[in-house]
Nanobody
């Protein structure tokens, strides 16, 4: 049973930074791609960032490009999302997801590409 647990969200002011964490448990192998998505009230879940299995390839949505860093620590089975210069429009529940794979180094940006999801962590940015 694979479990993803996000943390690090909170209420911050415009211009602040947050680092979100996603701990993967129930899986001994780190052979997976990972991604972050977000969903605001009344809106569809949207792609934020992704990282390949080896951690040397990343992809970002236009809405966060230049303000966002995704990284992973395979020894700790943890994926991070660093968000800088936060804006009210960044307010959403942020979800971590992984796609199990064997040996490719692709990144993925579609919701249907991912196999496992966390329950999300709330990020609220006040104006």
């Amino acid at each position: 049973q694979v479990l993803l647990e996000e943390s690090g969200g909170g209420l911050v002011r415009t211009g602040a930074s947050l680092r979100l964490s996603c701990v993967v448990s129930g899986r001994t192998s780190t052979a997976y791609a990972a991604g972050w998505f977000r969903q605001a009230p009344g809106k569809q879940r949207e792609f934020v960032a992704s990282i390949n299995r080896g951690g040397f390839r990343t992809s970002f949505a236009d809405s966060v490009r230049g303000r966002c860093t995704i990284s992973r620590d395979n020894a700790q089975n943890t994926i991070y999302l660093q968000l800088n210069n936060l804006r009210p429009e960044d307010t959403a529940v942020y979800y971590c997801a992984i796609r199990a794979l064997f040996n490719n180094e692709a990144t993925y940006s579609l919701r249907q590409d991912y196999h496992y999801w966390g329950q999300g962590t709330q990020v609220t940015v006040s104006s």
